[in-house]
Structure formats: structure tokens, C-alpha cells
């Protein structure tokens, strides 16, 4: 199955997760936090502007992205995680 982005969306497939603390100790689980970093997988066509017009999505598959802790959806696509989230919630662009 895949996975098609629509309107301004963008499907983010979050980079691995720490397994370890800075110190060496090894994280449960449970402990670990979701990382807010990601690499985008799939980018929708753009947004419809009010004159009918779409507006492209400024991002591309490939790109290293910064977004909020919480943003997005989580989905299981053939096991693997992943995030659908509107452009407007990534807040930046590693160059």
C-alpha cells in the first residue's frame, strides 16, 4: 500500500530515535521521546488559493525538516511509521 499526500500535506518519516543518553544510559522504551526531526517521503500538489489558483508546497523528497513535538498524524504504512502534516506546522528546512 502507499501513501499520497493531498492539498498542502507532506508525509515525514521521522529520523531514528535516540537509544541512548548523552551519559551512555541506555532509554526504555517508554522513555524515549519522539524525535521532531524528520525526512520528507511524499509532498502534496500545494494548496487552492482563493482565486483557484494552487499554491505549491515549498518542500521536496529529500529534505531534512524541524516540526512541533505534537504536529501532524501517525500513521502505519507496511510497518513503518510515519507523519502526515500540513506544511504550515513544519517550522524549518536543514540547508
Known sequence: M???PLQDRVII??????KTT???II????AEEKQDLGEVVAVGPGKKAENGTIIPVDL????????GKYAGQTVKVDGEELLVIREEEILAVFA
Open 13 to 18: 518519516k521521522r529520523v531514528d530515535n535516540k
Open 27 to 30: 532509554l526504555a522504551g517508554s
Open 60 to 67: 521536496k523528497v529529500g529534505d531534512k525538516v524541524l516540526f
Open 2 to 4: 502507499s501513501l499520497r
Open 22 to 24: 548523552e551519559s551512555g
